[in-house]
């Protein structure tokens, strides 16, 4: 026999039993952003890779081992994108979206791709729902961002979604803490692992991606970045936990929150979810006031989040309940005769908006009944052979078993039915 051929490791398809839920889920985020005043837009999933080396950074985890890049037909070197919030900069700078929009808040929906060691909650396609809004530094701007993620949570029945937040503060900071924290961890850098050891020499921050027991143990007593910053940042973060307490959104500072990407600046963010594993985070986000800058533009603040819509999947499943559609009526038709007045009513039936469905072909009544059952239609309209010759269809209630005969020509009068 010929072999089946199967889907990637860590890639899956979405099945049409699961669709009515990542729809529910994605058209609760459609309204939501309309309402909070977010435009859609749709990148490339392909880019060059230069675009995420620059923004997430060449340290990090994604670039340096989770990115799909190669070299296309041409030579030039492209990866698939790892995340959405670098394409939408990209696409902000070449499009000069900052004087074609009065004001820039974007909204994106789609495929993401890492070359991560798969395991549940964790694929190498997977989706994301994000947001990104350019332009504004204003401590309430972060609230107003994670208000809309968290009004999502609660539209897809995960008001148990928990908030963690921590500020690392501007470029300057950033900086300056990173010299801390180099000190402070100088006695003990024999002790990290190999990766954390070269972490240490370049990207010292990334230390606290570093999921190696003895690494964690390390870093347990490092210092705390939102310790060491300066008095305006210091007092940005303070505004966006007095503007979140201000609209009732609870939260937890995490001090080691740190973020595994090197283009935030500021407040970062993560929401977790108690029916996830270890891969708990179902979205995560935050200020990255220096990005925009870095890719070619001008000085620019900008906050955002990605939703991991599989986790969120995972998280919410059995508690999104989408609206179940309901077919009116199945044709039941037996004859080629039959057919072809089936095809005929089922013009006129779909013309009218009225849900419905046949078999051609079909070689019985009974097959053509114990379908109807399994796809719980609320009526069969019958039509053999018997019923043409009597110029008659009959109409069956699948609830309350009742029968009548209407005529042929009448059978998509719903009126009637
Ligand atoms: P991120 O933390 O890398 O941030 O990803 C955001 C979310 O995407 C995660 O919290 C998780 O739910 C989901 N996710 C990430 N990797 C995987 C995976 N391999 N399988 C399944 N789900 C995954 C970003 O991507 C930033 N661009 C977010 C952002 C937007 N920051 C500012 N604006």
């Given amino acids: 026999m010929t072999k089946k051929l199967a889907a990637l490791k860590g890639m899956r398809d979405i099945l049409p039993y699961d669709i009515g839920k990542w729809r529910y889920a994605e058209e609760a985020a459609r309204k939501l952003f309309a309402n909070f005043g977010y435009a859609e837009i749709r990148t490339p999933i392909l880019e060059e890779t230069a675009l995420f080396t620059r923004s997430i950074g060449e340290g990090t985890e994604i670039v340096q081992k989770q990115m799909f890049s190669f070299k296309d037909r041409g030579e030039r070197d492209i990866a698939l994108r790892p995340e959405g919030t670098a394409p939408v900069v990209r696409a902000y700078l070449e499009n000069g979206l900052d004087m074609k929009m009065p004001i820039c808040k974007l909204f994106y929906i789609g495929p993401m791709f890492r070359s991560e060691r798969p395991q549940a909650g964790r694929s190498r396609q997977f989706y994301q729902i994000g947001v990104e809004s350019i332009g504004f530094n204003s401590p309430q701007a972060d609230v107003d961002v994670i208000a809309v993620m968290m009004k999502l949570f609660e539209a897809c029945s995960l008001e148990d979604a928990e908030l963690n937040i921590n500020s690392l503060g501007c470029e300057k900071d950033k900086k300056h803490f990173e010299q801390i924290l180099k000190e402070a961890l100088a006695a003990d850098v024999k002790r990290l692992c190999e990766d954390c050891k070269k972490r240490y020499d370049k990207n010292i921050l990334r230390i606290f991606d570093c999921k190696n027991e003895t690494c964690r143990a390390v870093l347990h007593a490092a210092p705390k970045v939102a310790e060491h910053l300066c008095p305006e940042c210091r007092m940005h973060f303070e505004k966006v936990r007095e503007g979140l ?173």
Avoid at 383 to 408: F, H, P, S
Wanted: with cysteine; net charge neutral.
């Fill in 245 to 417: 307490t201000a609209v009732g959104i609870k939260y937890r500072v995490e001090p080691f929150l740190v973020r595994g990407l090197d283009y935030y600046t500021g407040t970062v963010f993560e929401v977790t979810h108690k029916n996830l594993g270890s891969q708990d985070a179902v979205a995560a986000g935050g200020r990255y006031d220096g990005l925009i800058q870095e890719l070619g533009g001008e000085p620019t603040p900008a906050c955002g989040f990605a939703v991991g819509l599989d986790r969120l999947m995972l998280a919410a499943a059995d508690r999104i309940k989408p609206q179940e559609t309901r077919i009116e009526v199945f044709l039941a038709l037996l004859g080629e005769e039959a057919d072809k007045l089936g095809i005929k009513l089922l013009k006129e039936l779909r013309g009218k908006g009225v849900l419905c469905e046949t078999c051609f072909g079909a070689k019985s009544l009974k097959s053509q009944m114990r379908l109807a059952d399994r796809l719980k239609v609320k009526r069969v309209l019958i039509i053999g052979e018997d019923e043409i010759a009597k110029d008659i269809a009959v109409l069956r209630d699948m609830d309350t078993k009742e029968q009548k005969e209407i005529k042929l020509k009448d059978a998509a009068d719903t009126h009637l039915w």
